[in-house]
């Protein structure tokens, strides 16, 4: 499809009620949107396909949706640090950093390296995605050794003090991800949990609390790496 297409579509399916909507009822605050839902958008990438010429001329619109379009359609193995650097000190909300960091950040060769930078920014929405990823990595890499998540336990606990909504939510979705990766995953990741715990804040205490009534619960366990826990 060209651009033209595409945004005539965007157009067709707009509803522009369902832009204060969104930001009444789940925080979603977004300049230039049409008011358009996931799961709209999905159909319309299905349609399209893969094609990444067509998903940077979406982002570049500065059209909400043709943004969210764009992450549904480019293909992750062809991402470079440029375009992620580019994209991401535009995210405004928890809807946008969730589409890009688990369509296209999570399943891409840089989303160790960007699990490492993004946690340590300032901005909220940019620190959120360093902690979706990591969240989203958990099942996107089915391969991964154990040692790699349990480096992520440390960066967790720092950053179990930030009290923003959108930061703390994803810090603690991170924890209670590892800790569904597999059984041994689960009990270091209760232990994580325990120590947040014991710091002071009334975002740790959450974050600790929340993860713990998940994964002490009888959760739902995966079985990555497979080669391992399902030989």
């Not at 067509?54 to 764009?70: G, K, M, V």
């Not at 992620?84 to 405004?92: A, G, R, S, Y």
């Not at 991800?177 to 325990?194: E, F, M, Q, T, Y």
């Not at 002071?200 to 739902?220: F, G, V, Y």
Request: proline fraction near 3%.
């Amino acid at each position: 499809m060209t651009l033209d297409t595409v945004l005539s579509k965007l157009h067709e399916l707009a509803e522009p009620e369902k832009v204060l909507f969104k930001q009444q009822k789940f925080g979603v605050i977004a300049n230039n949107a049409l008011g358009i839902y996931h799961k709209h958008l999905k159909i319309l990438a299905k349609e399209i396909g893969v094609d990444n010429n067509l998903a940077i001329q979406l982002f570049d619109t500065n059209i909400y949706e043709a943004r969210l379009l764009c992450s549904k359609i480019y293909n992750p193995k062809t991402l470079t640090n440029a375009l992620l650097e580019k994209w991401v000190v535009t995210f405004e909300n928890w809807e946008i950093v969730d589409s890009f960091c688990m369509a296209l950040v999570a399943k891409s060769k840089f989303a160790l390296p960007k699990i490492h930078e993004w946690t340590k920014r300032e901005l909220e929405f940019e620190k959120r995605s360093g902690f979706t990823t990591m969240a989203a990595y958990c099942m996107a890499d089915k391969i991964a050794n154990n040692t790699i998540f349990e480096s992520f336990f440390p960066i967790i606990e720092n950053n179990a003090y930030d009290d923003r909504i959108y930061v703390k939510k994803a810090v603690n979705w991170a924890l209670r991800s590892i800790g569904k990766r597999n059984k041994d995953l689960n009990v270091l990741a209760i232990n994580s949990a325990r120590r947040i715990l014991k710091q002071s804040t009334k975002s740790a205490k959450w974050i600790a609390n929340d993860a713990l009534k998940e994964l002490q619960n009888a959760p739902r366990i995966s079985d990555y790496p497979r080669h391992i826990y399902r030989p």
